[in-house]
């Protein structure tokens, strides 16, 4: 069974930073891409990142690339996403996704998901 599991949500001022997890289990790692998607109350769900764990290829959105970091640590089956000069808008649950292959989010095929941790980005 699939498990993705996320932590590192809070709450931070603009300008600040914080680091998400997701530790991974249920599936052979480096075979897979894992990626992050959030969704703000009565937004679309929006693709944020992703990573192929098999040779650690990225991609991001054009509204996070320069501040965000996708990483993989394979010998503990988890990814980070480092998230830095945090806005307002970056507000949202973050989501853990498990993934056929990072590619952009139009033709993500979402294996599976966590439960999201919140980020709240607020003065």
């Known amino acids: 069974e699939v498990q993705l599991v996320e932590s590192g949500g809070g709450l931070v001022q603009p300008g600040g930073s914080l680091k998400l997890s997701c530790a991974a289990s249920?599936?052979?790692?480096?075979?897979?891409?894992l990626g992050w998607f959030r969704q703000a109350p009565g937004k679309e769900r929006e693709g944020v990142s992703c990573?192929?764990?098999?040779?650690?290829?990225?991609w991001y959105s054009s509204s996070v690339k320069g501040r965000f970091t996708i990483s993989s640590d394979n010998a503990r089956n988890t990814i980070y996403l480092e998230m830095n000069s945090l806005k307002p808008e970056d507000t949202a649950n973050y989501y853990c996704a498990l993934l056929a292959e990072c590619t952009t989010p139009a033709d993500w095929t979402l294996e599976g998901w966590g439960q999201g941790t919140q980020v709240t980005v607020s003065s």
């Open positions: 990573i192929s764990t098999s040779d650690a290829a990225t």
């Open positions: 249920g599936f052979s790692f480096g075979y897979y891409a």
